[in-house]
């Protein structure tokens, strides 16, 4: 049978229509995967890369500028994305940008987000491969979720029983709710304790105006204080002044035995004695210094109780107990 004229016009139409669509496409494909254009290729490499796959774009800071060229696995847990991009946005891409895999909307198909980074750093080179970051995929998100409610009923169950006891009465919790003594009594005592506390506060603070009103460039207290040498002076002082104590009451318990003796004997010292004028004027000095022994040892007793000298004579005391033991029999 053969073809009109008609026939052979309509069919060249529709292979020229054919062929023009055709162009197109390969046109919109070819420019959709930069087959025309000067491109450059950079890497990346995931964990997991979920479900991305060859064609879909790569975005920076939300624009297109490229599309995934080549997913291979290295190993088990490494796989390398090779993405190729225009060179018109090489001048913008960094060493430190950071490659992150995304779904475009929410069903969407998945993209590469290359997101710029604020520090200085030098420019891309192509070849180059760029930090990732792996997002947790839905599965992780799924088991984390079960683990957390699973922990969420332990924890419910936990405090369920917690609170049953409280209301019960039991333990020292329970206890301070329903029993109003004991939270009475726990009012009190803190209370005590802030009165206490008032009072400690109020004690530091004349301990501190005390010692602020020491004079350290003239008194005694600054030497004490500072002057270790005469210190030691002082303490040597006390300690020769409580020897002298001790021989001075040795002194007047003689000298009161001998007076008796002279009293009761005979000859010219008892002459002596019988002199009224002479025995009184004996009778006062012995009274004088009975008078002063026992001044005396008012002071080395107030000496022995002075906050400054105190820790002194209680070393002094320690030394003897020790000496005490050391020569007492086993």
Do not use: W
């Not at 997101?115 to 491969?129: C, S, W, Y």
């Not at 947790?136 to 029983?161: G, Q, W």
């Not at 039991?170 to 802030?194: C, F, R, W, Y």
């Not at 603070?205 to 003239?218: G, T």
């Amino acid at each position: 049978m053969k073809q009109t004229s008609t026939q052979k016009f309509y069919l060249g139409l529709f292979i020229i229509i054919s062929t023009i669509v055709l162009i197109i496409a390969l046109y919109f494909i070819g420019n959709r995967q930069n087959l025309f254009g000067k491109t450059f290729k950079i890497n990346a490499v995931f964990n997991n890369v979920n479900g991305l796959q060859l064609g879909n774009n790569v975005r920076y800071s939300g624009i297109n500028v490229g599309t995934v060229k080549k997913i291979e696995m290295v190993n088990d847990t490494t796989i390398c994305v090779e993405m190729i991009v225009e060179n018109k946005f090489l001048n913008h891409l960094k060493k430190n940008a950071v490659a992150a895999i995304g779904s475009d909307g929410l069903v969407g198909s998945m993209v590469i987000n290359i997101v710029p980074n604020h520090k200085e750093a030098p420019n891309l080179i192509p070849g180059d491969t760029i930090k990732s970051y792996s997002k947790i995929s839905t599965n992780d998100m799924l088991e984390t979720l079960n683990a957390t409610n699973e922990n969420a009923a332990i924890l419910t169950s936990d405090l369920l029983k917690i609170t049953s006891a409280i209301n019960q009465g039991k333990g020292t919790l329970g206890m301070l709710i329903k029993d109003p003594e004991l939270a009475s009594n726990l009012q009190h005592t803190v209370l005590n304790l802030k009165i206490a506390s008032n009072d400690a506060a109020k004690t530091i603070k004349e301990i501190k105006q005390i010692v602020e009103a020491i004079n350290y460039e003239e008194s005694i207290a600054s030497t004490l204080l500072s002057d270790s040498i005469s210190a030691n002076k002082i303490k040597s002082i006390i300690t020769n002044l409580n020897k002298s104590s001790v021989e001075i009451n040795k002194v007047v318990t003689n000298l009161n035995s001998t007076i008796t003796t002279m009293k009761d004997g005979k000859g010219a010292i008892n002459y002596l004695l019988t002199d009224t004028l002479l025995v009184k004027n004996i009778d006062s000095t012995m009274l004088n210094i009975k008078k002063g022994s026992v001044k005396l040892n008012e002071d080395l007793e107030a000496l022995k109780h002075n906050f400054l000298l105190r820790g002194y004579f209680r070393k002094l005391e320690k030394e003897k107990e020790k000496a005490a033991k050391k020569n007492a029999p086993n």
